[in-house]
């Protein structure tokens, strides 16, 4: 036995194949052996079989693979002490695990937690900024691999902050869309995604804006700022959207009203659901009481389209216009002659005076002259015995104002008869009795 042993063994020592373990069958033909050897030969003895089998430990000049699988990215928000997880492998020699070295800013990482393949540690505490990971693990054979990875933290526990521009909080809007603006401020401006009522906004600067559509009624503005540290800030102003304009109810005039009076009364109320802003008539405000308005509107002569305006607090607006006709009547006055005159010629010079606006006058037909408020015509006719003169003023619109006299004509002298003195009769008083009478064709006796 000790003679076969020998032999084995020189012949397996000539294979320079690296470490080799050798098992010896002394019983009959052995089969493979299960731990991958490799038959070296075979003998033939008396006694039996004898078989070599060689087991070889490989040479390993390569390190083992080195995974970094936690933290996935270099850049980490809010935790200051991150784990560290790694992955391993190495099927050649096996990986020495007693070797595995993890260090941050230099420091050792102690108390990992390991298994055949992977380690999973916490590393201490760390401050904002940049920190320096070191990984080496070396193999049964001694190959070393390292990973040296740089680790920034970032501490930021304060949302972004957001400003409303425009529209102001509480607004009434008179339209469907809305332009929706804010500035969004974070500590470090890293500002990572914005949605203004869902809809997602590029950051790009620190103002946002977006047009929205709007519904009738109360309508939300809401405004979400996420900052790459993941911490969210929202937002939300209240708008009205207004679609119903003022309503104006007008209790006088009646549209096409008719007056003689430099004025007309304007009377009543303007009404809206989201309050009134003000009414103007002519371009002028009104003042309201509750609403109610009460006031004088100068007229001019004719037909005057007199505007209302009313506009609510969102800005809608309802317009009228009211149509009053100011129709003035001129006073007309004949100053010469005056009423019941004796005339003694056939024609009358007729002179008076008026006021008002007038397209003419008018004596007997005949037209006047004006002249700054007064009225002549010439060479007006006179019948015999009694005579009307009638002065007619007209306007634009066909208003008439007159004003009538009578003159009697006279062409022939009075009668003049005495009964007493006699004619001849002679008296010694210093006064005498004369007794007669004066006859005419007028009523009248000069």
Known sequence: MTAISGAILRRAASLSLGTMLVALAMSGPLAADDRGGERIFTDSFELGHVSAWSRFQ????????????????????????PAIVLGFRDPLSGVDLSSLSIQVDDQVISGCRLSAHSAACE???????????????????????????????????????????????????????????????????????IRINGSGQVPDGKTVTANVALQAGANELWIEAVDRAGNLSRSAIEVTLDLIPPTIALLEPSPGALTQ????????????DHGVEGLWIEGSPVALMDGDFDLEVPLVEGVNDISLLARDSAGREVQWTVAVERVTVPEVVITSPVD???????????????????????????????????????????????????????????????????????????????????????TFAATTTVIGAVRDCSPRTV
Do not use: C, M, Y
């Not at 003694?344 to 005949?366: E, H, K, L, R």
């Open 261 to 272: 009076r430099p004025t007309v009364r304007f009377r009543g109320s303007v009404s809206d």
């Open 123 to 193: 590393a201490p505490a760390l401050d904002s900024g940049f920190h320096a990971l070191q990984i080496s693990l070396a193999d049964r054979q001694g190959n070393t691999v390292e990973l040296n990875q740089q680790l920034e933290i970032v501490l930021d526990t304060v949302p972004p902050q957001i400003v409303w521009q425009s529209p102001i909080d509480g607004s009434l809007l008179a339209t469907p869309q809305v332009s929706a603006e804010a500035l969004v401020n974070d500590a470090d401006d890293q500002v990572s995604a």
């Open 340 to 426: 019941r005159q004796r005339i003694s010629t056939t024609t009358v010079d007729v002179s008076g005076a008026f006021n008002g606006s007038v397209a003419g006058i008018w004596v007997n037909g005949i037209p006047a002259t004006l002249d700054a408020g007064t009225f002549t015509v010439d060479n007006v006719p006179l019948d015999g015995g009694a005579t009307a003169l009638i002065a007619a003023g007209f306007t634009a619109g066909g208003s008439t104002s007159t004003d009538k006299i009578t003159v009697l004509r006279d062409l022939e002298s009075p009668i003049l008869g005495v009964s007493e003195p006699l004619p001849g009769s002679e």
């Open 58 to 81: 490989p040479q390993d000049s390569a390190a083992s693979t080195l995974d970094l699988i936690e933290p996935q990215q270099s850049l980490i928000f809010n935790d200051p002490t």
